[in-house]
């Protein structure tokens, strides 16, 4: 064979070679570790998030992927933090997981966050809010959904422009509660509250702490009847906000308004629990739906896919949490992924870093823009979503409306004052 000929056959052969590996490499999926709270206390919020995070994955592959590539989940059971640190490690270790999201609740993230960045993987958190997730000097740890400071921040500033003018009081008049599980989420927030209610001159008739695994309320319902406040602020999950609403009913405690924070008050099951009760309450939350008018056109279109396809599946419209996860997931999806070609986690950090979306970016009406030790606030937080929205929504006969604040509200707030349980 001639020399020019040889050479072309073994050119032409390595070019085949190369087209073959990048093609096979093109149809390779995508794998992401997804860890959530599947069995136990938090289960029915953890597949909530599950739901709406595979309603995310369908409609990628639908449109072809990314890239060429479909995104595959590989699961793992976050049922506590030693389960999440254990069920992260055997995803990085047995499965060879680079990417892991997750977690819905702030002790299962920072345990989970925790474990991924010590066996350097990109982690992209989706709900878990508790200030310490941002605050350890971690590299690849990147917290999408609203940090717990604005939770108690927006139920504050919702008292001061809202209720104040439907309850007829001034704020120096108002008695307010403060009640919060005393662990990792729950402390989060109330230390915000407290922190933010000074400096607003707000002073709380009552502040405690309780175990959210409390099988008894008596003492807790008493002592606030004892106090009398006009507005209860409670953050609590999903047991012991049942429980908390039943003892109250049973003791006749009763409040001018009543807003619950997060996890426990927006989970759609406590309708289920407490029956029509339920209506008039305030959560301080992630939104479930936002007005559409605050979404960017081509956004708009994924919110309603998103929704029709959830409320066909589970029958009911997304709670917050669950279109937080919806968003956050679908931004790793359509901001991050497509412009990666290693996949490591440096070049995802740098990716992640780079994003400046405004607000009405992902449909809960959140933006992106991360932190990165240089946050005047806090210059040891790196990662932190600083455009994530959190508004107050509120129980309604009808399913659940944004009521505050007024860009993002679909309704105005109804049952305000809040009737007697004898009227409810």
Do not use: C
């Not at 995070?53 to 506590?80: C, F, L, P, W």
């Not at 990792?184 to 175990?211: C, H, M, P, Q």
């Not at 070609?341 to 405004?358: C, G, M, N, S, V």
């Amino acid at each position: 064979m001639k020399t020019w000929l040889r050479l072309s056959v073994v050119a032409i052969g390595a070019l085949i070679g190369v087209v073959a590996a990048n093609f096979a490499q093109a149809q390779e999926p995508i794998r992401i570790g997804v860890l959530l709270p599947l069995t136990g206390p938090f289960a029915k919020n953890g597949i909530e998030n599950w739901e709406a995070m595979q309603i995310a994955r369908d409609m990628i592959n639908e449109r072809g992927g990314i890239n060429g590539r479909k995104i595959e989940y590989v699961s793992g059971d976050a049922t506590s933090p030693a389960a999440g640190i254990s069920e992260t490690e055997r995803l990085i270790t047995k499965e060879g997981i680079k990417i892991t999201t997750g977690s819905f609740a702030s002790p299962l993230a920072i345990a989970v966050s925790q474990a991924a960045e010590r066996h350097g993987v990109f982690h992209w958190e989706t709900t878990g809010a508790a200030e310490i997730i941002t605050r350890r000097g971690f590299k690849h740890t990147f917290q999408v959904g609203a940090p717990a400071r604005l939770y108690g921040q927006v139920a504050v500033d919702f008292i001061i422009e809202d209720l104040t003018k439907r309850l007829k009081k001034p704020l120096n008049e108002l008695r307010i509660a403060l009640l919060w599980e005393n662990r990792a989420f729950g402390k989060s927030v109330g230390d915000g509250i407290r922190a933010y209610a000074t400096t607003k001159n707000i002073k709380l008739v009552y502040d405690e702490g309780y175990d959210q695994f409390a099988t008894d309320m008596t003492p807790i319902v008493q002592k606030l009847k004892d106090t009398k406040p006009d507005i209860l602020v409670a953050i609590s999950f999903p047991n012991d906000a049942i429980l908390f609403q039943r003892k109250a009913k049973e003791l006749d405690f009763n409040v001018a308004a009543f807003i619950g924070v997060s996890a426990g008050y927006s989970s759609p099951d406590l309708r289920n629990s407490i029956g029509s009760t339920v209506n008039g309450l305030f959560v301080s939350d992630f939104p479930p739906k936002v007005n559409p008018n605050v979404l960017k056109p081509e956004v708009r279109k994924v919110a309603d896919e998103f929704y029709k396809r959830y409320e066909a599946k589970m029958k009911r419209p997304p709670a917050g949490h669950a279109a937080a996860g919806f968003s956050a997931i679908w931004a790793l999806f359509t901001e991050v992924l497509p412009k990666a070609k290693t996949f490591q986690p440096d070049e995802l950090r740098d990716i992640a870093l780079k994003l400046d979306l405004p607000e009405g970016s992902l449909v809960n009406g959140s933006g992106i823009k991360f932190t990165n030790f240089d946050w005047k606030d806090n210059p040891k937080d790196a990662g932190q979503n600083l455009r994530a929205s959190i508004g107050v929504w509120q129980w309604t006969a009808q399913g659940n409306e944004e009521v505050f604040p007024a860009k993002l509200a679909t309704h105005e707030p109804v049952m305000v004052p809040l009737p007697d349980w004898s009227k409810r």
